[in-house]
């Protein structure tokens, strides 16, 4: 399991951190044309409380083929099946400024909204990879910048103190900008350091309250952790959360994450009372890596699912 979590961490890690600046011209023309066409075609227990208007969006890692293939057309499908928000990850660094200006009107236009991006940690690190994901970010009406990824060869509890001093200083300097910083976990970062704490547990306590604490439902799920118990443990700093679902098996035989939400072990009812009551959570995001259906009717089986779940919290 180790291994098989760290090849998979590992990968999407390095996909977020080596998808480069040839992705922007690679959907530019696809962009441009589709904008010209459509214009021309014109456990413990929680106590229960009221269903908030939260919003609820996606994960565009979701949908990676579809996004590499055409992302006008993704984002237009987002909206239809009834999205509010997408969430763009690391290829979006490799945008021109012109280029996200057009995505940013593709998205006022559809009703789409972007609160926070998924980064490597060079995008909260000074320099010239934090001054573009500042402007990017800006231009997308993007809130946080969310680190999916440290930095290279972080792996003890030293480490982890030095990369959330990193996190903690980059707060005041994106301020300024109407940004934050924010961390996304991933199964690693629930396995204990070398004094018991959890990787998670290290971040929470060494960032100030304004650092987001995204949470991924699912990883915590595979590592045995207490989803309900950790929002808990971490009240107004969860503002956002990857709705994952996670069951015991592998993916050959459509479990571990091949699974739609709703169909794993995820005490879904419970960890949205904790969000919404304890956690502070401002939107939601779908992220089903992957499942027997194709990545658009995933995303929407999910969604519907989802909405059967609120339907149901307020009867």
């Known amino acids: 399991m180790a291994q098989t979590e760290s090849r998979r961490a590992l990968s999407r890690r390095r996909f977020l951190a080596l998808s480069g600046a040839g992705t922007g011209a690679l959907l530019t023309a696809s962009f441009v044309s589709s904008r010209l066409m459509s214009r021309a075609l014109a456990t413990d227990a929680v106590p229960p409380v009221p269903v908030a208007k939260v919003p609820i969006g996606i994960e565009l890692y979701a949908l990676r083929a579809e996004l590499a293939r055409d992302l006008p057309n993704t984002l237009r499908t987002v909206a239809k099946i009834g999205y509010e928000v997408v969430e763009f990850y690391a290829p979006y660094l490799g945008w021109t400024f012109p280029f996200a200006k057009g995505v940013r009107t593709q998205l006022d236009d559809l009703g789409l909204r972007c609160y926070s991006t998924h980064n490597p940690a060079a995008s909260v690190t000074p320099g010239d990879v934090m001054t573009k994901a500042i402007e990017l970010n800006q231009i997308l009406g993007s809130r946080s910048i969310i680190v999916a990824s440290p930095p290279p060869n972080t792996n003890g509890l030293e480490d982890w103190r030095r990369v959330s001093g990193l996190f903690a200083s980059a707060v005041p300097l994106l301020q300024p900008h109407g940004l934050t910083a924010g961390f996304h976990n991933h199964l690693v970062e629930w396995s204990p350091l070398a004094d018991g704490m959890r990787v998670m547990d290290v971040i929470a306590a060494n960032?100030?309250?304004?650092?987001?604490?995204?949470?991924?439902?699912?990883?915590?799920?595979?590592?045995?952790?207490?989803?309900?118990?950790?929002?808990?443990?971490?009240?107004?700093?969860?503002?956002?959360?990857?709705?994952?679902?996670?069951?015991?098996?592998?993916?050959?035989?459509?479990?571990?994450?091949?699974?739609?939400?709703g169909e794993g072990v995820a005490p879904w009812k419970d960890i949205v009372a904790a969000l919404e009551s304890v956690g502070g959570v401002e939107y939601y995001l779908m992220e089903q890596e992957g499942s027997r259906y194709s990545e658009f009717e995933t995303a929407q089986r999910c969604l519907e699912s989802w909405r059967a779940l609120r339907s149901e919290v307020r009867r």
């Not at 304004?210 to 590592?223: R, S």
């Not at 952790?225 to 959360?241: L, M, T, Y």
């Not at 679902?245 to 699974?259: C, H, L, N, Q």
């Open 207 to 261: 960032t100030p309250a304004e650092f987001t604490l995204q949470f991924d439902v699912g990883t915590c799920l595979e590592a045995g952790a207490d989803p309900v118990a950790w929002i808990k443990a971490n009240p107004g700093r969860i503002r956002s959360a990857h709705l994952k679902d996670w069951a015991p098996g592998t993916e050959a035989d459509e479990k571990s994450f091949r699974v739609l939400f």
